[in-house]
Each structure stands twice: as structure tokens, then as C-alpha cells.
């Protein structure tokens, strides 16, 4: 591959891989100098589906020391933190804000990384630098026999605290076409998110996302909206799972066909409903989603496991930045 020696630009334009975790797409560009600099309206033009390439969101691959040296205190951190952590996950919203993480993006960031030859899954984990700090990421074998991908997103939160999961809730959501607004939880992945439990799937097929669903109180920085219908659990040998079947919509983006971060929020907003509600908690959880399926573990360190597929689907170069 030569960007490793001649960096993403060559003479006829910008190099680029199109890639999608459940169909959460992203155009990925390998920056392995570091010195890429990809405006918001160059991100958006590159996301853009009828003018450019088309993605949820852009990713730049690029030295976690060169993010340091560009001014972001956190790529210090990763490097203090994890000195292996050499590759940053610079992720874009498809409107050109940035994001601290991306579930989706990191496992189509590493398949990435692996075809570049970075790194090589099937003898080692990779550290991985994201804004939410140190992700590490496996390969395992999935359960349709594809290479899945499963990355420890760390500690997550409910900002609410104790409060808000006995309650379970400490906001309210509105969608178009709804009478009266939801209760629903927040909950922090490294990213913000909100979720909210629907009565039925039909309910969930039927909704209305076009427009960002309204939060209150409106969270400071924004957040990603599910709206969920917990499944009936199944029990495999000695493990039982819970399953929920969600639909997202993205801050940044809109409407997406999957969520990483969000389907690990969801997963986690049920446990804790289910928790208020007496139940013993479940620890692993399928999570439907429009673009597929995906698996969350809630570990024993207080991290939660995303994993799911990760596709490469082709490369090519863009004069269009
Ligand atoms: N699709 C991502 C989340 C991307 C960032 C999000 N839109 C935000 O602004 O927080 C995922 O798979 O987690």
C-alpha cells in the first residue's frame, strides 16, 4: 500500500476506502503522516451521498503523536496512557463536527488498519487512540462465521447517577407525530446519548426520524437519540441474553441504519430499567439494528464490549478535496 511511504495525496487526487460497520458508513482516509487536514466542509463533501462519496461520518487514520502535536491534549493522554496506542481514530460527522468516539468506526477503523497491513488482528489486539481515550480491539469469529470485531468502549455512564437509574430517567423526548413527550435515560459511551422504550415494533417501524427528535433538558453538547423495544430474552446453555430491537438517530448525521456507541446505550438502558424493576441483570444483549445485528457485554470492570462485523467495500481517489 503506498500511503504508508507517499501519505493519502497522490498526483490525481485524495486516496479514500469506503467501508460500514452494520451499514453505518464511513469514508475512511489513511493519514499515516499525519498531515492531512480535512476542514468541516471538506468532511462534509466528502460524506455528501448525491455530490460526493457518501458516509455517515468521515475517518482519518493518522499518528496519535501527530494529533498530539496539532494541539489535542487527549492524544497525550492516550500516549501516557498506552505508549502501544500509536494510531489515532480522528472520526468526522458527516455535517463536519467532531465526535469523541464512534463504536461502528473503530471496528471498520481496525478491518482498515488491517488492510493496510498496521496491524495484525489475528496475532495480537490493537490499542487504539480515540477522543474518548484508549479502545482495544479483538477479532473473534461471528456468529455467521465472518470475522467480528469486539472493542472494550471502557467505562460508561448514566449522568443521571443513582437517581435517574432508580427512576430511570432523568429526560424527556419528543419525536414528530408524538402527543406528549417520553421519559428516557441518558447515557455516556465517551459520546452523549438519550434513549427512550417504545411500546412495540410496529410502533418503532412506523416512527417518524426525518426531523432530531427534541430533549429536555437539551444536553449541552447535543446527543444521539434510540428508541427501543426490548425483545424477549433467550437462554443458550447456562447464558441467557437479552435482545432489544432499536432505531437511532444520530447527532451530526440524522437517521442511521446502526450505531455502535448507541446500541451499547440501549443494551444498557434496558438493563437498568430492568434493574428498577427488580430483575437480576443480564450482561449480554443482541441488539437489532435497521442495518443488522450487533452484540453488547456489560463487563465485569464496569467497561461494556461492542461487537459486530466490519466490511471493506472498495477504494479509489477523489479530486473533490
Ligand atoms: N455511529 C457511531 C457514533 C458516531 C458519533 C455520533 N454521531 C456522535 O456525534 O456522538 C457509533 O457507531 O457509535
New binding site residues.
Given amino acids: 500500500m503506498t500511503s504508508r511511504t507517499t501519505g493519502p495525496r497522490s498526483t490525481t487526487g485524495l486516496r479514500f476506502t469506503k467501508g460500514h460497520g452494520t451499514h453505518?458508513d464511513f469514508v475512511l482516509v489513511a493519514d499515516t503522516r499525519g498531515d492531512l487536514e480535512l476542514t468541516p466542509e471538506q468532511v462534509r463533501t466528502l460524506a455528501d451521498r448525491r455530490g460526493g462519496i457518501g458516509g455517515?461520518?468521515v475517518i482519518r487514520l493518522a499518528p496519535t503523536a501527530a494529533i498530539a502535536r496539532a494541539g489535542e491534549a487527549v492524544a497525550d493522554q492516550v500516549l501516557a496512557e498506552e505508549p502501544a496506542a500509536i494510531w489515532f481514530m480522528d472520526y468526522r460527522?458527516a455535517d463536519g463536527s467532531v465526535?469523541?468516539?464512534?463504536?461502528?468506526?473503530v471496528r471498520v477503523f481496525t478491518a482498515f488498519a488491517e488492510s493496510l497491513g498496521l496491524v495484525d488482528l489475528d496475532t495480537t489486539e490493537l490499542a487504539l487512540g480515540t477522543r474518548a481515550g484508549v479502545k482495544r480491539v479483538r477479532k473473534e469469529t461471528g456468529p455467521d462465521g465472518v470475522p467480528w470485531y469486539a472493542v472494550d468502549l471502557g467505562p460508561w455512564r448514566l449522568p443521571g447517577g443513582a437517581e435517574a437509574a432508580a427512576a430511570g430517567a432523568d429526560a424527556a423526548v419528543a419525536v414528530r407525530g408524538w402527543a406528549a413527550p417520553r421519559p428516557a435515560l441518558s447515557v455516556d459511551l465517551g459520546?452523549?446519548h438519550t434513549v427512550v422504550a417504545l411500546g412495540s415494533t410496529d410502533e418503532l417501524a412506523r416512527i417518524d426520524l426525518t426531523q432530531a427528535p427534541q430533549v429536555a433538558p437539551p444536553p449541552p453538547h447535543g446527543t444521539?437519540v434510540e428508541l427501543v423495544v426490548p425483545l424477549e430474552e433467550t437462554t443458550s446453555g447456562a447464558e441467557t441474553a437479552g435482545r432489544v430491537r432499536m432505531r437511532v438517530h444520530?447527532?451530526?448525521?440524522g437517521e442511521?441504519q446502526s450505531?455502535?456507541?448507541?446500541a451499547v446505550a440501549a443494551a444498557l438502558a434496558v438493563r437498568t430499567w430492568a434493574a428498577a424493576g427488580g430483575r437480576a441483570p443480564v450482561d449480554t444483549w443482541f441488539v437489532e439494528v435497521p442495518g443488522g445485528l450487533l452484540r453488547v457485554r456489560v463487563l465485569t470492570d464496569g467497561h461494556a464490549e461492542l461487537a459486530g462485523p466490519a466490511q471493506l467495500v472498495f477504494s479509489g481517489e477523489t479530486t473533490l478535496v
Fill in positions: 453505518n455517515d461520518g460527522n465526535a469523541e468516539m464512534c463504536g461502528n468506526g459520546n452523549p444521539n444520530e447527532r451530526g448525521v442511521t450505531c455502535g456507541t448507541g
